[in-house]
C-alpha cells in the first residue's frame, strides 16, 4: 500500500536542482509519495523506496530512493533520477547527494534537457554555492538525438573538460572546450563562454557572415551584440573587406514607456574617386546614418521622427545599404480625438540618382493638416470638413505655399430594390504663393504671385448588391454608375504641379472623384463612370473576384496625357480579375483595354503559390510610355522569388528581376540553405546588372552559419 505524507525535510533537494536549472528557489511544501516509508530511529534517517514522487509546486522529482540522515544533514536520491522542472527543463541523474544545508552536493551521470532542446551531459556534476554549478566531462548540443536510435554524432557538439554554469552571471563557461561538426573536432579553445540558455539577451559574439564581391573583394563581418540595460542595446558589426579597409557599422535600439527608438549607420575611411570614377589620390570619409523614433504623448497625440542620410550617391549601393535612390527625413506630430484628426510634419530629401540637382529638391516645412467628419445631421447627411496648408522651398529653383480647404456633404439613400444611393457636394478651394517659379516654368507669368481656385463638385452614385447564398458557394453581383458634375479648366498654368506628377488609371481609382493623387492637380469637367464587380466565396477559403469599368468624359479637353487612358472622351476600360482557389494559391490579372484598337495598352500579372515543397512569387508587368507620369519609358518588367524544399532540412532560394523589352537582366540571385534545430546553413550569390558611377555591375557571395543555442 502506497503512503502519503507531507515531508518537508526533502524540500531542499528539490530547491537545489532546481536552481542548478533554472537559478531560483521557492519555499514551498512537499508531498512526496511513496510504496515505501522507512524510519530509523536510532540513526535519525529516513528513507523513501519504491517509484518516489515528491512534488513542490509545479516540480516533480521521480527517483526509485530517497532518504534524509537527519544528524548529518544529508539528502540522497537515487536510481532513475528525474526532475521535472515548470520551465520545460528535464533533469536525469543516477545518484544525488547533498548536504550542508543543501549548499553543496555531487550528482553522478547529470543529464539535462533544457527548455530549448539543449542537451547537457556530464560524467559528474557538483554545486558550490547556491548560483554555480561544476560539470565534470561535459558535453553541450542543441541538436537533438537521431530518431533511428543510432548513435551518429550531432551536426555539431562542444566538449569540455570542465563546464560551470554561473548563474549570477548567467554564463555557462567552458575549460579546454572542443567544437567537434558531426563528430570531428573543428577547433579548441582553452576558454570559451556563452549566455545561458534561459537568458533571452545576453552580450556577446553573433553569427558571422563570410563573403566576396567584385568591388569589395573579401569579405568578413563580425557582428558583437552588447546589452546595455533593459530597455537598450548595441549591436556592433565591423566588415573586413580586402579592397576597401574597413566599414564600421553600429545598430542602436532603446525601447522607452511611451515609443521605440532605433538607430543605425555605419563609416569607412577609402579613397576619393572624382565624377568619372578616378582615383584622385586623397582619402575620404563614406558613411551613412539613420535614426527613428515613435513615441505617444497622451492618448491623443502622437509624435515622431525619420532622419537617413548618406555621405554621397553611390555610398550604399557600393555598400550593399538598403536605401532606394531617394532617402526621406521626416518629423511629425499626431492627434486624433475621436472622428477629428489633426498633424504638422516636415519633409526633406536626399536624391541620390545621377544628374540630381540638390538646389531642385524642396523642403517641405511645414506640412499642415486638420480633418472634421461630423454625425448625420445637416439634412440627414454627414458634413465632412478639411484644412491643409504646405511650404516648398528650395535653394536653387521655385518656392511654393498652398493653403487649401475641403468640403463634403454626403447622404445615402436605400430604394425598394435595394440599390444605394450616395448623393454628394463637395468644395476645394486652393491659395498658392509662388516665388521664383520663371527658373522652373517659362510659361508662368510673374516672378512673385498669388494664385487661387474653387472647385465646386457635385456627385450621384447608385449601387446595387445583389447576393444569393448557394450550399457551398456565396455569389455577389454589384452593377455601380456614378456622376460626377464640376466646371471645366481647374488647372491654370500658374498653379504649379508639385504634389501631383505621378498618375496611373487602373481599377483602384475608377471611381475616384479626382484621379490625381494631391492637390496641385484636379480632373475637372462632368463624367459618368460605371462598372461590374463580381464575386464567388467558397465555404473553404477559395474566392475569385471579377472587376470592370469605364468612364465617359462630356467635356473635349482632358487634364491627362497621352497613354494614360484618359486623353478620349470615352476612357480605356479597365479591370481586374483575381483567382483563389484555396488558401495557398492565388493570380491575379490587372489591366487596361485601349478601345480603339482592343489591345491591351497595360496588363499586370501576379502569381503566387506557397505550399510544403516550394513557393512562388510570380510577377509580369506591362507600362506604356506616359507622359509626365510614373513611366518615362515602355517598360516590361518580370520579376520572380522562390524556393523548393529538396529535402527534409534543406532549401534552394531565387530570384529574379529583369527588363523584357531591351532582354536584359536587372538582378539575378539565388542561395541555398539548411535549416534544423540546431544548425543553420546559408550561401548565396548575387549578380547585379545596374552600373552607377563607382558602384559597378558586380558578383557578390555570403556564407553565414549560425550554431543555434550559443549565439
Not at 515531508?7 to 531542499?12: D, H, M, R, T
Not at 550542508?100 to 556530464?122: M, P, T, W
Not at 556534476?125 to 560539470?135: F, N, S
Request: glycine residues 10%; aromatic residues 10%; charged residues 25%.
Amino acid at each position: 500500500m502506497r503512503a502519503r505524507l507531507k515531508w518537508l525535510l526533502v524540500c531542499g533537494a528539490v530547491a537545489w536542482l532546481w536552481s542548478a536549472a533554472a537559478g531560483a528557489q521557492e519555499d514551498l511544501p512537499v508531498e512526496l509519495t511513496a510504496d515505501e516509508m522507512i524510519y530509523e530511529q536510532e540513526l535519525d534517517i529516513v528513507t523513501a523506496r519504491g517509484s518516489v514522487e515528491i512534488v513542490q509546486g509545479e516540480r516533480i522529482l521521480f527517483a526509485d530512493t530517497v532518504s534524509y540522515n537527519q544528524r548529518d544533514d544529508v539528502v540522497t536520491a537515487s536510481g532513475n533520477v528525474v526532475l521535472q522542472e515548470p520551465t520545460g527543463d528535464v533533469l536525469f541523474s543516477d545518484y544525488v547527494e547533498l548536504s550542508d544545508g543543501f549548499k553543496q552536493g555531487i550528482v553522478r551521470e547529470l543529464r539535462i534537457r533544457l527548455s530549448n532542446n539543449a542537451r547537457l551531459s556530464a560524467r559528474n556534476a557538483r554545486r558550490e554555492g547556491e548560483d554555480r554549478t561544476i560539470l565534470e566531462k561535459a558535453v553541450f548540443t542543441r541538436c537533438e538525438e537521431c530518431e533511428d536510435g543510432s548513435d551518429r554524432a550531432p551536426i555539431w557538439q562542444i566538449k569540455a573538460r570542465r563546464v560551470t554554469r554561473d548563474l549570477e552571471k548567467e554564463i555557462v563557461e567552458y575549460d579546454d572546450a572542443t567544437v567537434e561538426l558531426f563528430g570531428v573536432p573543428v577547433l579548441y579553445t582553452p576558454y570559451f563562454f556563452h549566455p545561458d540558455p534561459t537568458v533571452e539577451r545576453k552580450s556577446g559574439l553573433l553569427a558571422p557572415v563570410f563573403g566576396a564581391s567584385g568591388e569589395l573583394g573579401a569579405q568578413y563581418t563580425q557582428p558583437v551584440y552588447l546589452v546595455i540595460d533593459e530597455s537598450s542595446d548595441l549591436t556592433l558589426s565591423p566588415r573586413v573587406t580586402s579592397k576597401e579597409g574597413v566599414v564600421l557599422a553600429a545598430e542602436y535600439r532603446q525601447q522607452f514607456l511611451t515609443g521605440l527608438w532605433e538607430s543605425d549607420g555605419s563609416i569607412t575611411y577609402v579613397d576619393k574617386i572624382d565624377a568619372n570614377n578616378i582615383d584622385t589620390g586623397d582619402n575620404q570619409f563614406r558613411g551613412h546614418f539613420r535614426t527613428k523614433g515613435d513615441f505617444r504623448l497622451n492618448p491623443q497625440f502622437d509624435w515622431g521622427f525619420n532622419i537617413f542620410r548618406t555621405s554621397d550617391d553611390t555610398y550604399l549601393r557600393r555598400y550593399d545599404i538598403r536605401g532606394g535612390t531617394l532617402l526621406q527625413s521626416t518629423a511629425y506630430l499626431t492627434g486624433f480625438n475621436g472622428r477629428h484628426f489633426a498633424g504638422i510634419e516636415g519633409f526633406s530629401f536626399q536624391d541620390l540618382s545621377d544628374g540630381a540637382k540638390e538646389g531642385e529638391i524642396p523642403i517641405v516645412l511645414p506640412l499642415a493638416s486638420f480633418k472634421a467628419s461630423g454625425e448625420p445631421a445637416l439634412i440627414g447627411g454627414r458634413v465632412d470638413v478639411g484644412l491643409s496648408g504646405v511650404a516648398l522651398q528650395r535653394t536653387g529653383g521655385r518656392d511654393t505655399r498652398r493653403m487649401s480647404f475641403n468640403g463634403t456633404w454626403e447622404r445615402q439613400f436605400v430604394d425598394g430594390l435595394g440599390g444605394l444611393t450616395t448623393t454628394g457636394l463637395h468644395l476645394q478651394a486652393d491659395g498658392y504663393s509662388v516665388s521664383e517659379s520663371q527658373d522652373t516654368d517659362p510659361t508662368a507669368s510673374l516672378d512673385d504671385y498669388f494664385e487661387g481656385r474653387v472647385w465646386p463638385m457635385a456627385t450621384l452614385d447608385w449601387r446595387l448588391p445583389l447576393v444569393r447564398s448557394g450550399e457551398r458557394v456565396q455569389q455577389f453581383i454589384e452593377p455601380r454608375v456614378q456622376f460626377i458634375a464640376s466646371p471645366a479648366g481647374g488647372n491654370p498654368n500658374d498653379i504649379p504641379n508639385e504634389d501631383s506628377q505621378s498618375f496611373e488609371f487602373t481599377d483602384a481609382n475608377l471611381f475616384s472623384r479626382n484621379r490625381f493623387t494631391g492637390h496641385d492637380r484636379i480632373e475637372s469637367g462632368s463624367r459618368v463612370n460605371y462598372g461590374l464587380t463580381a464575386s464567388l466565396l467558397g465555404e473553404r477559403g477559395g474566392s475569385s473576384e471579377f472587376v470592370i469599368g469605364q468612364s465617359y468624359r462630356f467635356n473635349e479637353t482632358s487634364a491627362f496625357g497621352n497613354n494614360t487612358g484618359l486623353e478620349s472622351n470615352l476612357s480605356d476600360v479597365v479591370g481586374r480579375i483575381s483567382i483563389s482557389p484555396t488558401t495557398n494559391f492565388s493570380y491575379t490579372f490587372r489591366y487596361r483595354i485601349d478601345i480603339d484598337g482592343f489591345q491591351l495598352d497595360r496588363h499586370e500579372h501576379n502569381f503566387r503559390y506557397t505550399g510544403e515543397i516550394f513557393d512562388v512569387d510570380l510577377g509580369y508587368i506591362s507600362l506604356p510610355q506616359i507622359n509626365n507620369g510614373i513611366a518615362a519609358g515602355n517598360t516590361d518588367e518580370l520579376t520572380f522569388e522562390g524556393s523548393a524544399r529538396i529535402a527534409r532540412h534543406w532549401q534552394v532560394l531565387g530570384g529574379y528581376r529583369g527588363n523584357l523589352n531591351g532582354g536584359d537582366a536587372v538582378r539575378i540571385e539565388a542561395g541555398l540553405r539548411y535549416l534544423d534545430e540546431c544548425f543553420d546553413f546559408q550561401f548565396g550569390g548575387v549578380r547585379d546588372f545596374t552600373a552607377d558611377r563607382d558602384a559597378e555591375a558586380t558578383t557578390s557571395f555570403f556564407v553565414r552559419f549560425r550554431l543555434k543555442g550559443l549565439n
